[in-house]
């Protein structure tokens, strides 16, 4: 069963497990089917959903708040997380010449309102500044969360891809703590387990959420040489843990991290949540952490 944990002490509380819905346009779901999958991951316990504005070029949520419209009461049982800042260039925005990065008050608050109409719900559950913006103002960003908070049409806030320094800047102009800094980890790219962002998350007590934890599909595919290496390496362990998946030992070997993030997972195949779920009674050695380690690194341990 998928357990609610809190992503800091006494904060909100998420679903151990997150549904992600970037690619929610290319499962080419009617908004029944939408609405079902929906209602087959919280049967399931999954009840947290990420968002971005962009995702789908603008599209996914409001393919999501078309769903949701369909039966509005479940937007008591679910958690959303959605994200602001990244600019793109699209047909909706005509006037832009260049992919960017905006923190600005109004920026952040323009985009939340345009969240909140296309899901079509009355308030956020988290809020994630998507990407670091080295023209961010943290002064102003705490202007713009004070706002939202005081609407009621954000409940909490945190970041996303931050270092420690920019998670730290912005922490320190604001009155509450940030809930998550939402990173890619996987044995492919794990940089954040190297450079102090997981350390950070430690230290604060506060849980990451991992995206792409299955490198966007490559890890099951890639021909390139790490990915061979880590992928003989999975379907050992896999067959010594007796994993139906490589998929199965991944998402364990995410969860063994100690600052215990919450995986999201990116499929839109109910069968496919359903194996993320089973993987949640698999335990990992430190020795079976390490050979996926030093199969994605290449050498062994220094
Ligand atoms: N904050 C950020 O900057 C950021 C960036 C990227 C993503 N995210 C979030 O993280 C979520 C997950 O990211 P992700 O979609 O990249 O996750 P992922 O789990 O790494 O990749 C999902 C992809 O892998 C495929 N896949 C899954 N299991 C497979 C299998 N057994 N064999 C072959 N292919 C398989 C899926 O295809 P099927 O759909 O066919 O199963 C899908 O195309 C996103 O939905 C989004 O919410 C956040």
């Not at 769903?67 to 959605?82: D, K």
């Not at 990173?183 to 430690?202: C, K, R, S, W, Y």
Request: negative net charge; hydrophobic residues 40%.
């Amino acid at each position: 069963m998928v357990a609610k944990v809190e992503l800091i002490p006494q904060g909100p509380q998420f679903s151990e497990l997150v549904q992600g819905y970037w690619r929610l346009a290319d499962w080419q779901m009617s908004a029944v089917e939408r609405l079902n999958f929906l209602k087959q991951h919280i049967e399931l316990g999954i009840t947290t959903v990420d968002h971005a504005d962009i995702y789908g070029g603008y599209s996914c949520e409001a393919l999501f708040g078309e769903a949701l419209a369909l039966e509005p009461s479940i937007r008591e049982q679910i958690e959303i997380v959605t994200k602001c800042d990244i600019k793109l260039c699209s047909e909706q925005f005509p006037e832009r010449k260049i992919n960017h990065y905006d923190t600005s008050k109004s920026h952040i608050i323009e985009s939340v309102n345009n969240s909140l109409l296309r899901l079509q719900v009355e308030n956020i559950d988290v809020l994630l500044i998507h990407r670091p913006d080295v023209l961010m103002d943290a002064d102003e960003v705490a202007e713009a969360f004070a706002e939202l908070k005081q609407q009621g049409k954000v409940k909490h806030f945190g970041v996303s891809n931050f270092s420690p320094t920019q998670f730290d800047l912005l922490q320190s102009r604001l009155d509450a703590p940030l809930v998550t800094n939402q990173v890619e980890i996987n044995p492919l790219n794990f940089e954040v387990a190297d450079d102090g962002t997981l350390d950070q998350m430690q230290m604060k007590r506060t849980k990451p959420m991992a995206w792409s934890c299955l490198a966007g599909g490559e890890i099951f595919s890639g021909q390139m040489e790490q990915q061979v290496r880590v992928r003989n390496e999975l379907e050992l362990i896999r067959d010594e843990v007796g994993a139906k998946s490589i998929d199965q030992v991944i998402y364990a070997w995410v969860r063994r991290l100690p600052s215990n993030p919450l995986p999201i997972i990116g499929s839109g195949k109910i069968e496919r949540v359903q194996t993320a779920i089973d993987a949640l009674d698999i335990e990992l050695s430190r020795e079976q952490w390490f050979r996926v380690w030093a199969a994605s690194k290449g050498h062994g341990v220094p």
